[in-house]
């Protein structure tokens, strides 16, 4: 009963000790062997049907993280979030694909069909919009990446491609290349000389095992478009 | 002999204990539970530069450059081998901030810190702002309209965000979302927002008195209604306040500094709030049980009745009573010692909580980091990492707008 007793002191007693700094309370039942843990006071929240939908377990959040580092480590390292639905959206828009496509595999109906793959908010259920990508949500963006390329090719290759985020700029050059500035529009980001060496890579790779030049640069987009905005 | 060995445990118990108490406690003040004591404190963490640098497109960030820690500490490779991109920071920020990707004209015209600050500054003004903010905290108070019944007496579920949203956008202090006494159920059209009042009658203080929130998180006993303002303004899950004496009690121990008679107990009660048999139920019921009857008379649908509205989960399901939570003595209370009259009160309580800055510095970090939430994915952020940020936000006025911008500027944020 001593020891017991003397544990619960002398943990509480460092837990005292710093409990004036504003984020202590940050830590609160988190800790799995706090003495505030499910084994001491009773955690509601994960009783049934009590909107635990999407709550991430802490000890693989723990266990995860400590691959990496200290708590401050990661939290000062970029993770990587799921793209919002509407921005997604937004993002197929802006390079030109018809996000009000019907047509079977298109990707926009891939886009509007996959809403819930993609984890948007049930409110009703209390759940916002997924911010950590599940593997459903990647597989699906990854098919959305895939159909929007064919789409993005064939309107580059035709001369019609309106990208609105950089208007006037092409994608493919004349000789049938990517450009510096169509792939910087693809990714958000400025590319860089290896982007351009790789997506044309892509391009002779496809050809030389008997793919068509448009199947190259399909192969190309889809690859950089996924590399960009689904943590790949 | 036996007698040996159980003073060799309590000489290591304490041992440990001490060791931990050190071990925890030795950032100064700072209190970091979690990074502290680890080896990996902040200097070098950020390539031993001033996260306040303009050099580093840092905005001043307080006086010890947001670290305050040993810059030869560090030698974790993930941080030191960061670069600056601010490329690949204003991509990520335009996600952020507007929702889409940044234009060619964006890119090409950042090539430094000043520039790169512009363009923020650029996005916050943006209309799409004001759009991806609303989208932010509807997810932030897990409600919306989007997908949501409507008729039959239910309220906009759009209001508490879209209210959040002018607080935001209109850069009035982030308090005014628990505390504004009037126009606190905007509307938002074609991004101009429509002041109005709410009308489900009852007190006023900002969003805690919804009727869209209200009614979401219309529950037994009102109890997550508080659960909501703990987790949605505190960031952490309750048990939200520890003694420094627990006491063992019952099967565990009693962790809560109320006295433990403080809430509705006993065989006779409905709901025994003392019960100690399998779990300490007063550890959270404490802070929970002296809040939760302020909320009782907001009805199913967020309005405000003349009488208490929500039920108690025993037999019958009768309507809860002030008895049900609080012998006859106690009076309301956003924390031990800190009693409050009415919601409005009680508005003013949880705004003046320094955990309520803390909270938003860290949920907005996590945003802007592409971490999960503080709450839900416990994406924790130590508080050597925003101690600056906390005091920037705090020192002036508390504008969201400000935070956004010294995070989206920040060492941290724009390494790769």
């Known amino acids: 009963m001593k020891i017991k007793a003397l544990t619960i002191l002398t943990v509480l007693g460092f837990a005292a000790g710093c409990s004036s700094a504003p984020n202590d309370v940050l830590v609160g039942d988190m800790d799995p062997n706090s003495l505030a843990s499910d084994q001491n006071t009773q955690h509601h929240m994960q009783d049934p049907n009590t909107g635990e939908n999407g709550i991430s377990d802490p000890n693989s959040v723990h266990a995860e993280q400590a691959q990496v580092g200290s708590a401050e480590v990661i939290a000062r390292l970029h993770s990587c979030s799921k793209i919002t639905y509407s921005s997604m959206g937004n993002i197929l828009k802006n390079h030109g694909v018809n996000t009000g496509s019907t047509a079977q595999n298109s990707a926009g109906l891939l886009y509007k069909g996959g809403a819930s793959a993609l984890g948007v908010a049930n409110y009703g259920g209390r759940v916002p919009e997924m911010i950590i990508p599940s593997t459903a949500a990647l597989s699906k963006e990854f098919d959305i990446m895939v159909a929007a390329s064919i789409e993005i090719q064939a309107a580059a290759k035709a001369g019609t491609l309106n990208m609105t985020a950089c208007p006037g700029t092409p994608l493919i050059d004349t000789t049938g290349n990517f450009t510096k500035d169509g792939l910087s529009c693809l990714m958000g980001k400025p590319a860089t000389a290896d982007h351009l060496s790789i997506a044309n890579d892509a391009i002779l790779q496809a050809t030389s095992q008997g793919l068509t030049k448009d199947q190259g640069q399909q192969i190309a987009i889809a690859s950089i478009l996924e590399a960009a905005h689904t943590c790949e | ?416």
């Open chain 2, 1 to 416: 002999m036996k007698g040996e060995e159980q003073m060799r445990h309590l000489r290591w118990l304490a041992a440990t204990g001490l060791t931990v108490a050190l071990t925890a406690c030795g950032n100064g003040g700072s209190g970091t539970l979690l990074g502290g004591g680890n080896g990996d404190t902040t200097g070098s963490a950020n390539g031993g530069s001033d996260p306040g640098s303009p050099a580093q497109g840092g905005t001043p960030q307080g006086d010890d450059g947001g670290n305050g820690a040993d810059p030869n500490a560090n030698s974790n490779p993930n941080i030191d081998q960061r670069q600056v991109n601010y490329g690949e920071a204003l991509r990520t920020a335009a996600l952020k901030l507007v929702g889409d990707l940044p234009t060619l004209a964006d890119m090409k015209a950042v090539t430094d810190a000043t520039s790169y600050g512009a363009q923020i500054d650029k996005y916050l003004a943006d209309p799409r702002f004001v759009t991806r903010q609303l989208q932010w905290w509807r997810d932030t108070f897990k409600t919306g309209q989007p997908g949501m019944k409507t008729g039959n007496g239910l309220p906009s579920f759009d209001t508490a965000a879209t209210f959040a949203t002018e607080v935001v956008v209109n850069d009035r202090p982030y308090t005014d979302i628990l505390t504004a006494s009037t126009n606190t159920c905007p509307t938002l059209t074609a991004g101009t927002f429509t002041d109005a009042s709410c009308t489900n009658g009852g007190p006023t203080s900002g969003v805690l008195t919804d009727p869209g929130l209200q009614s979401q998180y219309y529950a037994n006993m009102a109890f997550r209604r508080v659960r909501f303002i703990q987790e949605t303004f505190v960031c952490s899950k309750m048990p939200a306040e520890f003694s420094p004496t627990p006491q063992v009690m019952g099967s565990g121990a009693y962790t809560s500094p109320w006295p433990f008679a403080s809430i509705t107990g006993g065989t006779t009660a409905k709901i025994n709030f003392q019960d100690t048999s399998a779990v300490i139920c007063a550890n959270c019921h404490t802070t929970m049980n002296h809040m939760a009857p302020l909320f009782g008379n907001f009805d199913m649908n967020g309005q405000y009745q003349t009488t208490i509205q929500v039920l108690v989960p025993s037999t019958g399901n009768p309507k809860a009573t002030r008895a049900d939570w609080l012998p006859a003595a106690e009076n309301y209370a956003w924390r031990n010692g800190q009693q409050v009259a009415d919601i409005p009160a009680l508005g003013k309580a949880i705004a003046a909580d320094p955990a309520v800055a803390q909270c938003i510095v860290t949920r907005e970090w996590n945003y802007a980091m592409s971490r999960g939430d503080v709450v839900n994915d416990t994406a924790t952020v130590p508080s050597i990492v925003t101690d600056s940020l906390v005091k920037d936000f705090t020192s002036n006025g508390m504008k969201v707008k400000r935070l956004l911008r010294n995070i989206f500027t920040a060492d941290d944020f724009v390494k790769f």
